[in-house]
């Protein structure tokens, strides 16, 4: 069984029409926040939303559709992202941890007729929607069996592809998890995409959203 930091090639080989749609995950509580109440997805950079600015590099990208999934402070998060062509899934589950928005976003892809999700985080300000694309680009040059992963300075980070063969055992995630034992459970290749410090750099604490050029909204 391949470890998911072991690297895999994609092949050479004939464009793919494989449909990749994009989970943004926005339903977190912004925890570690602290205790202002303050939205880290709210937060503005150059004076936009950091939920919506996410979103925009999704729909930017080559993905066939995006939809985010919402939860805590979910009217404020749809008001940020008015006006966008995105698909919004509410996660009534989400004060349960991030697993359960994994799952809905992926239940619904999979009602999509998805071949694979790209699961990105909307806390991530330096991702471009070229670094998406690189990403993409790397899964529709296989035959649709592996998993995707976005490397930053040699480390593994984020966002990352799953194929559609996880579907089934990704949307019984529960609680605070990822989808990283479901994919060591696999035996997939894991495709390493290197894209820079945008795929570790998230915002997670009103001093990382600073220093990475946010203002704080309460």
Do not use: W
Request: with cysteine; charged share 20%; hydrophobic share 45%.
């Amino acid at each position: 069984m391949p470890d998911p930091g072991d690297s895999a090639q994609p092949p050479k080989g004939r464009p793919s029409a494989l449909r990749v749609l994009v989970v943004l995950l926005a339903a977190g509580r912004s925890s570690r926040m602290g205790k202002t109440g303050t939205s880290k997805l709210l937060a503005e950079f150059d004076g936009i939303a950091l939920v919506r600015h996410s979103a925009q590099v999704a729909l930017g990208s080559t993905a066939d559709d995006v939809i985010v999934v919402t939860g805590h402070r979910r009217l404020e998060i749809e008001a940020a992202l008015d006006g966008l062509g995105v698909e919004r899934v509410e996660n009534s589950l989400y004060e349960s941890g991030m697993g359960t928005s994994i799952a809905a976003g992926v239940s619904r892809c999979l009602a999509r007729g998805a071949d694979a999700v790209l699961v990105m985080l909307a806390d991530m300000p330096r991702l471009t929607s070229g670094d998406l694309n690189q990403l993409i680009a790397a899964f529709r040059s296989t035959e649709g069996d592996v998993v995707v992963r976005a490397f930053g300075n040699g480390k593994p980070g984020n966002p990352v592809i799953l194929p559609k063969s996880l579907f089934e055992a990704i949307t019984q995630l529960e609680g605070d998890v990822g989808a990283r034992r479901v994919i060591e459970a696999s035996g997939l290749p894991v495709v390493q995409v290197e894209i820079g410090r945008a795929a570790i750099l998230d915002v997670d604490t009103p001093e990382a959203v600073r220093a990475a050029g946010g203002a704080l909204k309460t």
